[in-house]
């Protein structure tokens, strides 16, 4: 039962980052599925980022909805963003292979540094443009 919960908690937290901040979903649940309960980093990420592709049409819906979002300047970005999807799930892969449980660390150590960064420097403004 507490399980479910904690599913539950990286599922809302990853809803969350990615509507309010812009964030990977994968920055929430895969130090949770990881670290707390217990799954291979391999199986984790990939749970994570198809939870995170879900989240982020969701927010760039509602982004677009209301005008914030230029899709325009954001083509270049997104084609360029896929090559390199690419390129790092085949790495990914490969470590996977090389050193089971190393994406999950990379994962744990990647929100620890992102979360002192933003406690150290908060973002305070807007983007500009």
Known sequence: M???LIYLIAG???GLVTGLAGLS???VITPLLV???GWDSYDAVTVALAADVLAS???ANTYRKNKNIDIKRGVLVGATALVGTAVGSWCGYLFNQAQPGG???IAMLTTVFLGLKFL???MTGGASS
Request: aromatic letters at 4%.
């Open 12 to 14: 809302i937290g990853a």
């Open 2 to 4: 507490i399980i479910w």
């Open 57 to 59: 049409m969701l927010t």
């Open 35 to 37: 670290g707390v309960c």
């Open 25 to 27: 979903a994968a920055v």
């Open 103 to 105: 994406l999950g660390l």
């Open 120 to 122: 150290l420097r908060p």
